[in-house]
C-alpha cells in the first residue's frame, strides 16, 4: 500500500486502519486496546434522608407497622408538614420534589424520612436546599407538630454522584442549641475560660512571690543575737578576769 499526501495544514498527520483477513485459521483472541466504557447520566434528582424528633407526641407499637392507621395518620402528618416548608417561592422550594416517611423509632418518636429535590436547581443550592427544613425545626414547630430543634440530621444519600452520606451544611445547624452555640463551641468556650482563669491566678502567685521577695530582700531585718546559758558546772566567774 503506498499513501501519497496531497495537502495538509502545518504538518501532515495520517491515521490509517486496516482491515482483512488473518492467515491462522484459528487465531487467538486479544483483549480489545480500547476497551468501551458508557457513562450514565446523574439522576435527575438528588436525595436526602434525615431524621427528627416529635417532641410531644407518645410512642405507642403501632408505629412499628406501615399498615397500621397510627403509623399512616402520624406519617401523613409529618409529609404535609415538610411540604408546607417548601410552599414558598424560594429556590429551595421551587427544587422541591417529594418528602416521604420511611419509619418511626422509640424516643420518644423519631421519625426518619426522605427527601427529592430536582438536580439542576438543588446543585446551584448545594447543601442549602435544605436550609427551609433546618430554620422550621429550630424553631421548635414543623407545621402543626412540637419538635426537638436539636435532634435534626440530614444527609445526602449515596446515589447523587458523591462518594457518600456526608451531613450537609446546612443540617450542621441543627446541633446548635437555643442560644445559637453547638456543644462543641460551648466546650471551646469552657476551655478557653479555665485557661484565662488559670493564667489570672498564676500572673497573682507570681506577682505575690515577687513582692513579697523584693520586700525580705530589700527592708532592714532586725537579727536578735540568742543568748546561751551554761550550766553551774562550767560558768565562768567574770570577776577573776578582772585585774587589781
Not at 34 to 39: D, I, M, S
Not at 66 to 88: M, Q
Request: charged residues 20%; aromatic residues 8%; contains cysteine.
Amino acid at each position: 500500500i503506498k499513501i501519497k499526501a496531497v495537502s495538509w495544514s502545518i504538518r501532515p498527520c495520517l491515521r490509517l486502519e486496516l482491515f482483512g483477513c488473518r492467515t491462522d485459521p484459528h487465531p487467538t483472541p486479544t483483549p480489545s486496546s480500547r476497551p468501551t466504557t458508557e457513562t450514565q447520566p446523574p439522576p435527575k434528582n438528588v436525595a436526602y434522608a434525615g431524621s427528627v424528633k416529635l417532641s410531644q407526641e407518645e410512642w405507642t407499637d403501632d408505629y412499628k407497622n406501615p399498615n397500621s392507621d397510627a403509623y399512616k395518620v402520624l406519617a401523613s402528618k409529618v409529609e404535609k408538614s415538610i411540604r408546607e416548608v417548601y410552599s414558598g417561592v424560594d429556590k429551595a422550594s421551587l427544587a422541591f420534589s417529594n418528602a416521604m416517611v420511611t419509619g418511626f423509632r422509640r424516643g420518644s418518636v423519631i421519625v426518619l424520612f426522605n427527601l427529592t429535590f430536582t438536580r439542576d436547581i438543588a446543585d446551584e443550592l448545594g447543601a442549602n436546599v435544605t436550609r427551609n427544613l433546618v430554620k422550621a425545626v429550630q424553631s421548635g414547630s414543623l407545621g402543626g407538630l412540637a419538635v426537638d430543634p436539636n435532634s435534626l440530621t440530614i444527609t445526602q444519600s449515596a446515589g447523587n454522584g458523591n462518594t457518600g452520606n456526608h451531613v450537609t451544611a446546612a443540617a450542621r445547624t441543627g446541633g446548635k442549641s437555643a442560644s445559637g452555640l453547638s456543644s462543641g463551641a460551648k466546650a471551646g468556650i469552657a476551655v478557653t475560660v479555665l485557661l484565662l482563669v488559670g493564667l489570672g491566678f498564676g500572673t497573682a502567685a507570681w506577682w505575690f512571690y515577687k513582692h513579697k521577695k523584693g520586700k525580705h530582700l530589700l527592708d532592714h531585718q532586725q537579727f536578735n543575737n540568742p543568748v546561751y546559758f551554761s550550766s553551774e558546772n562550767q560558768a565562768v566567774d567574770s570577776s577573776k578576769n578582772v585585774k587589781g
